[in-house]
């Protein structure tokens, strides 16, 4: 992960914003206090919190990799009505 100084960072925003986006890679921002961030493009916070929120669904973390396990053909057919 790259890392630069909040310095740095103010100087060149708008390119950074830009490379955060386009390469998917996150970006440590370091101060002089040991206090650091991480700028991260909205597509992959947006990911993060979905991926938190099924994982707080009790079942939801085994219901996707026993489906990841099913074949295509064995895939059951959705039923808007069955239960979570």
Not at 1 to 7: F, H, K, L, N, P
Not at 19 to 28: F, H
């Amino acid at each position: 992960m790259t890392a630069i100084s909040v310095t740095k960072a103010r100087e060149n925003i708008y390119q950074i914003l830009s490379d955060v986006n386009s390469s998917g890679r996150p970006i440590t921002i370091t101060n002089n206090r040991g206090k650091n961030g991480v700028l991260i493009s909205e597509d992959d916070w947006n990911a993060i919190q979905e991926t938190l929120y099924l994982n707080s669904i009790p079942g939801m973390s085994e219901s996707i990799i026993k489906a990841g396990a099913e074949s295509l053909e064995e895939c059951s057919v959705y039923d808007p009505d069955e239960e979570w």
